[in-house]
């Protein structure tokens, strides 16, 4: 069974940092990987969906890479800001692009 | 922009009611998907559907049904409400797989249940 874990579980830094976020996975034969912002009491916003023929995916400040050979992806922020600071999720699709497991999250603070 | 709407942000309920959560999509999805969210359990899966009137269980079907009789709509109903389903649940809609290309998964804000 598909196993995802995001680590650290929480980060605090001061706003201006470029940051990594990391997501592993037990089982490499995934179709794609999907990272999503979560803000206090909301759902799950979509940030950058790496398909499975690709090894990365940019979005303005945001740079997600996927190894699935090592079983890693990372989440790249450059020059954090205070609105950066919510709960970040990965999740693998399974090998026939159907079902997701999620990770943990990693909850991140940026301090002014 | 995709949008995924829940009926109701927060419900409160009381044991034995039946509860129903509404979800509705405005981008002609195919797959949609149900799931509760709790501390130090993160995600997981209730009931997913691929297309209309087709349902499939998740991982923690007990004590949930779900309908599908229109494609845009998809509604989670607790039959007879407890106090362990006092729950964040979320929606969550894509377009069905196309070829090699899996779309994204796109979510409500979600509905905070909670069941005295």
């Known amino acids: 069974k598909q196993e995802v874990t995001q680590i650290p579980a929480a980060l605090s830094v001061p706003e201006g940092e470029n940051l990594v976020l990391n997501c592993s996975f037990t089982d490499s034969a995934i179709y794609n990987l999907q990272w999503f912002r979560q803000d206090p009491g909301k759902g799950l916003t979509s940030l950058l969906l790496i398909q499975s023929s690709q090894r990365e995916q940019t979005s303005g400040r945001l740079n997600a890479s996927l190894d699935k050979s090592s079983g890693r992806s990372t989440l790249y922020i450059a020059a954090s800001q205070p609105g950066d600071s919510a709960t970040y999720l990965c999740a693998v699709y399974d090998n026939a692009g159907n079902m997701l497991t999620f990770g943990g999250g990693t909850r991140l603070m940026v301090k002014p | 922009d995709v949008k995924v709407t829940q009926s109701s942000r927060y419900l409160v309920k009381r044991t034995g009611e039946k509860v129903f959560l509404e979800c509705v999509q405005d981008m002609d999805h195919e797959n949609m998907f149900w799931y509760r969210q709790d501390p130090g359990l993160g995600l997981r899966l209730i009931y997913f559907?691929?297309?209309?009137?087709?349902?499939e269980k998740g991982d923690i079907p007990e004590g949930y049904s779900v309908s599908r009789e229109k494609k845009e709509r998809f509604s989670l109903i607790l039959e007879s409400a407890s106090t362990n389903q006092t729950s964040m649940y979320l929606c969550a809609s894509r377009p069905a797989r196309s070829g090699s290309i899996t779309g994204e998964l796109f979510f409500g804000e979600g509905s905070r249940l909670t069941v005295l």
């Open positions: 559907s691929y297309d209309v009137k087709m349902k």
